[in-house]
Each structure stands twice: as structure tokens, then as C-alpha cells.
């Protein structure tokens, strides 16, 4: 058994968390947050989305959240930008790294971006010519990779042939996302060993969503693959309204735990996350979806 | 990777489940939690507990229970019988199988039962002498093994001291139980390590409590280390009062999911499962602990 000594965590609480929360909260609120995430130690933090409000109410207002956060030397805070449109609002607003998503699964794709898996990788290529042009790294996500609501199951090389496509256009690092948590942890190694195929293990990341319980053992699952970046929730905010049944990611906090128990360096303060998450919580009125919170309020 | 192709669950919500429960359940009730857990296909299914209902209330009446189960060949109904009294009560109750109880610290042996390891692991003499007379197998349970409230860390030398002096007493399986869910992955895998150097791995067990949501990743970690039993409890009931912010036992039905994505077979059927498991949770107006329990019912 040989684990990576380092792991980044990618904090997603802002923006893929808060977007999946019924609650709107204010600009304030989510400053407030990011600045919190920042104090405990994140390295990286995905502040919010340029995209309409039209369709994701809960993100209006991340041009101001990027102007009024305090952003940490070495710390990258980050933006989904789905489309050129919303790649030229997030660098307007000062961003340096946005992401882009596409997913494993036609049907998925078609019900949730409208568009083909391919037709979605096409609308990427503009969004990479400028990031280019413009020095801004860009991020992919893979949804759907370990099932699909609509679909079932989803073939590993069906993710890889997407995964290889995101990181060939220029995708610093591919995310590949358990959207409905369905994956279990023999599943998740055999994932990232056809993937890791295709694209090499340390430009891969594991986001796992904690609807089955299976969140953790994938994430150890994926650390004995030699996986060393993860996505993260703050208290386990949010999930994906496309998905029928999916709920929270993996909560930051039960990561940390276990990254901590193995050893493993991330530089995060578990006291101030937890504080981080709590706070949230109150605003958002809502228990903490992360167990170690959990824990730690009851003793 | 080797994972095992079997996997025993001991099914301990019943017993380690309803004992830890605040509100105390008929006779009725328990009798039809233990009959939907024989349908769902465990095969071990803790009953009850042979103590005073002074100090265990919820546990009165277990002599009652296991006269009205209805008992399916080759299902193994287990009590716990903490000293010869009770022992010689689940005796008279037509019990076949018992399991005893230590600690691995020294601190929760006093707190807990009130005398040193050394103390309780003699008074399993006579236990184990009347089992043996009688044709009674007896399981061992070893608490705290990966971390105690009271004095922190727990070194698995001293687990291993336990556990092997159990079975050296005649305990046919020894079971290992993370009471306050501090344990992680890798102290998992070094448990089962060290104390395999002491009991041969097909005699012992895993037993993890979630409160820290670590308890399906000590799961997977202890497939790793060729472990095939795992105590756990249906829709997560059940915890332990006496120790600091413990919450409940796994979850059966989380780890079965594990376990069938793993393609491990277990006998078990899933739906009834979470039928046994609605049931319970209607009758003491609690949701379930099991997360795939929730992700089921909101589907």
C-alpha cells in the first residue's frame, strides 16, 4: 500500500454546493464563506458560476462575491463557466481559473446541458482558445462516471474516451464526478485504472457525491490508485437537482478526517473548518451533512 | 487486491441497536424486527442481551423474544450474556450461541463494567467452562480498539493482548469494535495487521461506528486485509452511551451496498432489508442512519 503523501483538496461548498441549496443567500454570506474556507487552508476554492441567473438563481451575483473576497496568495479561487459567455464574465471579474463540465452519459448530457456529449466538447474549444490567449487555466469535469439516473451504468471507457477529449483540449486536471453516488469502491478503482489508461493519475481528480453512504471508501479506494486531488463540500452542501435522488457531496470535513488518520498533508486546520462549515450552516438554517461536524458540535 | 468472496454480517441492531435507543420497544416489536431480519437473509442476528433490566431496560424481556422468534434453520440468534447469571438465563431462553464482552482500555473497562481487562476477561472463565459443557459457542468482542474517550489513542499491541487472550479462552470469533468511530483507514489496516499476528484473520471481525463517517472506509480497508465478518446494524441503530459523542453502528444496509458492489455475496436481500428497516424506524419515530435506506425512500 503506498498512499500519496499530499493531497489537494478542491473546495466546491461555494459553488456546487450552494447551487444545489433551495436557500438563496446573500453576496455577503458568500464572501463571508469564502473567506473562511481561505482562513482554514483550502488551496483551492470554486467561488461560484457564469452562467444565467435565469437558470441557476442561486449564483447570481459571483462577479461581486470574486470583487469583495480577500484572496490568499497561493490560493486559487475558481468559476464554472459553461460557455464563452460565461468564460468572458468570469474574466471580467478578475478570475484566473475557470472549469468546465461535460458528461459521461448521452442521456445525462442531452436532459442536463441540452447537447450531445461531442456538441458539448465542441462549445469548449473557443472557451480553451481563450483561456490561452488569455493565461487562465482550465479545469474539467466528467459527470456520470460511476452511473447515470438515466442510464445505469456507465461503461469506464466511455468516461475515458470524454476524460482523454477534456484533457487533449488543454483541461489542466479532469475531475471525474459520482454524480448520484452510486459507484462503490471497486468500481472507483477500476475506474481511475482505465482512465489513469488514458490520462496519467496525477491530472485526475475524484469527486464523489455521499448518497449511498460509499463517499469515503471511494476516496480511499481512489488514494490506494494513486489519486491525490478531491472534490469537497463544506458540511456536505449541495448535490444535483438533475439527478433523481442525489444528494450532498462528500462533506470536507469527513475527508480531512481521514486524509488526517492516514497521515496524508493537505495544510487545512480542521478546527477552522469546522467553524467554516458552521457558520454556513446557521445562514443557510440547515444540519451540517458532515458527520465529523457532527461529532465534534455533540461532544 | 484480493478481496474475500463471502462476507458473514452479524446483524447486531436488535441487540447493540435497540440498547442504545432511547425509546424501550414491545416484546412485539422485537420479535417482528428479528422475523424481517431473517426474511432479508442475515444470518446472524444479535437478539438480546441477558443483563438486569435495571442497568439495560431496553433489554428486559429477551427470554420472551427469543421463545417467539421464528427461528430458520441455519440462522444463528446470538445474546449477549456479560457474566455467568446471564449466562445461565440465555441458557434457560434456548440460546445457542452467546457473545462476551472486554474491553482494550483500561479506563473504559472500569467506566464501563467496572473492573480492570484483566478482571473481566476472568469472569468469562466460568462462562466459557458452562458453554463448553453445554455445547453454547461464544463470540468475543473487544471495545475500543481504535481509540477510547477517556484515554485517546489505543495501541493495537494492546488489542491484540485482548483479543488473543479471548480466543484463547474458546471465543470461536473475535470481534473488534471502533466504539467511538475515531478509527480511520490506515489504523484499520494496522490493526487487523498486528492483531492477525496474534488470532488467525478468519477468527475475527470488524465492528465500526460511523460518528466520524469513517466506518465504510474501515470496511473496505479491512476487505483489504482479508476480514469476512462485519458486525453492523439495520438502519444504522444504536451507538454507545457510555462513551463520548458515539453515534450509531453502521448501517446494514450501507454495507451491503459496499458488499454487493463489490460482488461480494452475502445472502442478503436488499429490499427487504430496507423493509426490515422502515419498519423498525416507524415503530421508534426516528429516521434511519442508512444512507441508502434515505437515498431509497427518496426515490
Given amino acids: ?20 441549496e433551495a436557500l438563496r443567500i ?19 476554492i470554486e467561488v461560484g458560476s457564469f452562467v444565467s441567473p435565469k437558470w441557476v438563481p442561486q449564483m447570481a451575483g459571483s462577479a461581486e462575491v470574486f470583487a469583495r473576497i480577500q484572496r490568499k496568495p497561493g490560493v486559487v479561487y475558481g468559476a464554472l463557466a459553461p460557455n464563452l459567455r460565461g468564460f468572458e464574465d468570469a474574466l471580467a471579474a478578475g478570475v484566473k481559473e475557470v472549469a468546465v463540465f461535460a458528461a459521461a452519459s448521452e442521456s445525462f448530457s442531452q436532459r442536463n446541458i441540452n447537447c450531445s456529449i461531442s456538441e458539448s466538447l465542441e462549445r469548449f474549444v473557443p472557451i480553451m482558445d481563450a483561456a490561452k490567449q488569455h493565461g ?5 469535469y466528467v459527470s456520470c462516471v460511476l452511473g447515470c439516473p438515466y442510464e445505469g451504468q456507465v461503461a469506464a471507457e466511455q468516461v475515458a474516451l470524454v476524460a482523454r477529449e477534456l484533457y487533449a483540449m488543454g483541461c ?8 448520484i453516488g452510486t459507484g462503490t469502491a471497486g468500481a472507483t478503482r477500476n475506474l481511475f485504472d482505465v482512465v489513469g489508461a488514458q490520462v496519467p493519475r496525477d491530472k485526475l481528480a475524484g469527486h464523489f457525491h455521499d448518497t449511498y453512504g460509499q463517499a469515503l471508501a471511494n476516496v480511499y479506494a481512489s488514494l490506494l490508485e494513486g489519486i491525490a486531488v478531491f472534490d469537497s463540500s463544506i458540511a456536505g452542501l ?6 433523481n435522488g442525489a444528494s450532498g457531496n462528500v462533506a470536507t470535513e ?23 462549515g458552521r457558520q454556513i450552516c446557521a445562514v443557510l438554517g ?14
Fill in 136 to 140: 487562465i487555466s482550465v479545469r474539467g
Fill in 26 to 44: 446573500s453576496v455577503d454570506d458568500k464572501v463571508q464563506l469564502v473567506d473562511a474556507l481561505t482562513a482554514a487552508g483550502l488551496g483551492y
Fill in 238 to 243: 449541495g448535490g444535483c437537482p438533475y439527478a
Fill in 1 to 20: 500500500m503506498s498512499l500519496p503523501s499530499h493531497v489537494r483538496l478542491i473546495e466546491v461548498g461555494p459553488r456546487d454546493g450552494l447551487q444545489n
Fill in 172 to 179: 489542466y486536471e479532469v475531475s471525474l464526478g459520482d454524480t
Fill in 286 to 299: 440547515r444540519p451540517s451533512g458532515s458527520r465529523v461536524a457532527k461529532a465534534r458540535n455533540a461532544g
Fill in 254 to 276: 469527513d475527508v480531512l478526517y481521514l486524509l488526517n488518520g492516514l497521515g496524508i498533508h493537505t495544510g487545512i486546520d480542521m478546527d477552522r473548518l469546522i467553524d467554516a
